[in-house]
């Protein structure tokens, strides 16, 4: 069975760092692209990152651009997203999702003080 | 970047009922556009993918189509089960940029 599962999710205070972890089975991790999608509570998606198979080639939304790293262990299975100078506006449920068809159950990140 | 436009942002109808919503892209995508599906609480769902192909597994009265700038998506007979928000989002252009959303509630 496909499947993805987050974690990493928690409360933090503004300017602090967060590191997120997907980890997929089921599926030959390396020869997909996956990407980070989030949503803040009651509001629609956002496209957060994304990094093709080999790891080589990443890609980020404005919002996060400079703060945010995405990267992946095809040894280990795990997809991450290690996010900087988060602010109360980074506050949302974070979802893996694998070549944008088959969304993780997510984990929410909090930022308040 | 690609500005997604759907309407309407919510829609209430009978079961039984054709239900349609529309996606406009700001640029040309070609066939390149996802619909999920997005029940309270849960993660999102895909439905469609390149604007027109039914994800396996999906009930045949969900369908798409559309090219280049306008997209529809329709549900040919409306089930309680569908009671969910309904996202498109275009694949053409990082950023992969979603509509707002149209909730779908249940008259």
């Known amino acids: 069975e496909v499947q993805l599962v987050e974690s990493g999710g928690a409360l933090v205070q503004p300017g602090g760092s967060l590191r997120l972890s997907c980890a997929a089975s089921?599926?030959?991790?390396?020869?997909?692209?996956m990407s980070w999608v989030r949503q803040a509570p009651g509001k629609g998606l956002e496209w957060v990152s994304a990094v093709i198979g080999s790891g080589v080639s990443t890609y980020y939304a404005d919002s996060v651009k400079g703060r945010f790293t995405i990267s992946r262990d095809n040894s280990k299975n795990t997809l991450y997203l290690q996010m900087n100078s988060l602010s109360a506006e980074d506050t949302a449920v974070y979802y893996c999702?694998?070549?944008?068809?088959?969304w993780g159950r997510g984990t929410l990140v909090t930022v308040s003080s | 970047d690609i500005q997604m436009t759907q309407s309407p942002s919510s829609l209430s109808a009978s079961v039984g009922d054709r239900v349609t919503i529309t996606c406009q892209a700001s640029?040309?995508?070609?066939?390149?556009l996802y619909w999920y599906q997005q029940k309270a609480g849960k993660a999102p769902n895909l439905l469609i993918y390149?604007?027109?192909n039914l994800e396996t597994g999906v009930p045949s009265r969900f369908s798409g189509s559309g090219s280049g700038t306008d997209f529809t998506f329709t549900i040919s007979s409306l089930q309680p089960e569908d009671i969910a928000t309904y996202y498109c989002q275009q694949s053409d252009t990082l950023p992969y940029t979603f509509g707002q959303g149209t909730k779908l509630e249940i008259k």
């Open positions: 640029h040309d995508i070609s066939k390149y």
């Open positions: 999702v694998k070549g944008l068809r088959l």
């Open positions: 089921g599926f030959t991790f390396s020869s997909y692209a």
């Open positions: 390149d604007a027109s």
